[in-house]
């Protein structure tokens, strides 16, 4: 085969995935290994490139044929130099990542934080596919985020954009001091963290909810309580879906995006929160704002890291 | 001279402003001539096209050094093809300004709408020169903006971004309507407008403070008051301070601009107005976002539009 192709890791705490994709977004195979990081960041750094060569020696293309190596890693990085100036859970410190893998693999090399690199895989492969302005949420433990604009991840002045869960949305009567610092953080009424507590809260208020009888809260519980017709579990979730969707109003005057893509374990409530945060979004949205904006939820679920990743090379 | 120079135009209700500028963007000369709205569009445009050439004959520069000719206009448009789908103050409907100045005049031309321009133009060459990503208040009859991301305007999907009035920050309960028809707008309460409207709802009120005597307040006024220490007027300021950090904070999260710079006539109250918004926007702000972050006034006055303008040539 002559075609082009891109390789995207996704570095894990204790497993890095690799994924081979085509310069269309496809993704053609993955493979994960282990991360090794009681081995040291040489170890880590080699076992990526380990792993890089690998997945293109199984398949049926050639390493000639290799566009470029995309890596989404967690922490603090210089993003244009690849150098990962802090990463807690691979115990990384001032690691030169970009030039490591470059002299190993004699490729171009690319290096973003995971939650942009996640946004720019469904962006550019996934729910936003020929979409150029798309605006990703995670709801997982926090609230994470990515902005694309005109098919690029918007990196900030610092590389701190699209930090989506520490916008302030709650009123500060309402308002609890976030992990961050700050007061009424999106994160902290609207990640499964955020949904488990204000759950709990309930509980030992004494809120008549079927949520008594469950022994370790989980958001899934909250949703199917919520579903059920439990209207404390309801109320929970509508206020969980009211900051998102405020959220994406302010969003859409600020950036006017085209698509909202929602991934991230809570998304997997469905149609039930979707609809909700649309309503809210529809309601504080001026109307030329929000004509042809669409809130739907991601596709590509634990892929993303790996697919965003080789679109680095791609939408460079 | 041998430079290459570019050539911006702003066109408003009653006057046609040109401006010779650059390619590093300094303002050479600047020329006036009127918009002539009752003669119909094909004038108006044809104006555009005669004052351009005109600015150039006078000036020590030949027309075969312009690099381009770029438009800032209020009105609805459809900024690649340069359509004036829209614009209420020009009587414009569907007019071809792009092609129609591109025929007469053999040039590059670029036109978008007047808010983006005015931001383009200080970040390119006003509070903003050397800084990629800007992020720009005005603060007038309403609350204007613009967004610049890697040196370019973010124009948005269908080229609503940058709409900073309608963040939806003030909370329900004391929220009022805006004239975009949503609740709770930015600009009810830190535009010229708002601040007034607040002003006359003291007074009304029935509230100790020197505005009562004031017969037409304007939101000068309130400012002058406040600095005298009139504390009715003093809580006015703080509030219109305090939602324009507040939705700085959150720009903050979404883009981690490098600067925000603010023009426009409330701006004028100087530093009285921009150490209270600092303060507000470091409470809401994540510590690592709002490192390295400035807020300053805006420096190009009245002749931000003409210089953005020629800026879209230079940064398209």
Chains 1, 2 share one sequence.
């Not at 004699?106 to 302005?133: C, F, I, P, S, Y």
């Not at 007061?183 to 008549?208: F, N, P, Q, Y």
């Not at 109320?235 to 005057?253: D, E, N, P, Q, W």
Request: proline letters at 2%; hydrophobic letters at 45%.
């Amino acid at each position: 085969m002559s075609d082009k192709i891109v390789v995207g890791v996704d570095i894990g705490g204790t497993t890095i995935k690799v994924g081979l994709c085509s310069a269309e977004g496809e993704l053609l195979r993955t493979y994960e290994g282990p991360t090794e990081v009681d081995k040291g960041s040489v170890q880590v750094c080699q076992n990526i490139a380990d792993y890089a060569r690998l997945i293109v020696e199984e398949s049926d293309f050639e390493w000639e044929q290799v566009e470029g190596v995309g890596v989404g890693i967690a922490g603090f990085l210089d993003i244009p130099n690849g150098i990962v100036k802090f990463s807690p859970n691979l115990h990384f410190k001032d690691v030169h990542l970009k030039d490591f893998l470059e002299e190993k693999l004699q490729k171009k090399v690319l290096v973003n934080n995971d939650a942009n690199v996640a946004a720019l895989g469904e962006a550019w492969a996934g729910a936003g596919r020929g979409v150029m302005h798309c605006v990703c949420y995670t709801l997982g433990t926090g609230v994470g985020g990515g902005i694309i604009i005109g098919g690029k991840i918007v990196e900030g002045y610092a590389g701190m954009a699209g930090e989506l869960g520490h916008m302030s949305v709650v009123p500060d009567l309402e308002a609890i001091q976030c992990g961050c610092g700050k007061m009424g953080c999106l994160e902290s009424v609207s990640s499964a963290t955020g949904i488990i507590r204000m759950a709990k809260d309930a509980v030992e208020r004494g809120d008549r909810t079927s949520l008594s009888f469950v022994e370790q809260i989980m958001a899934k519980d909250v949703f199917d309580a919520a579903k059920a017709g439990d209207e404390v579990a309801a109320r929970i979730v509508t206020r969980a879906a009211f900051y998102l969707g405020k959220s994406m109003a302010t969003v859409a005057v600020v950036l006017n995006p085209q698509r909202f893509i929602i991934g991230g374990g809570v998304s997997r409530a469905g149609e039930f929160l979707f609809e909700q945060i649309r309503e809210v979004f529809h309601k504080f949205t001026p109307e030329n704002t929000q004509e042809g904006v669409e809130i739907v939820p991601a596709i590509l679920g634990n892929n993303a890291g790996v697919v965003g990743a080789a679109g680095l090379i791609i939408r460079a």
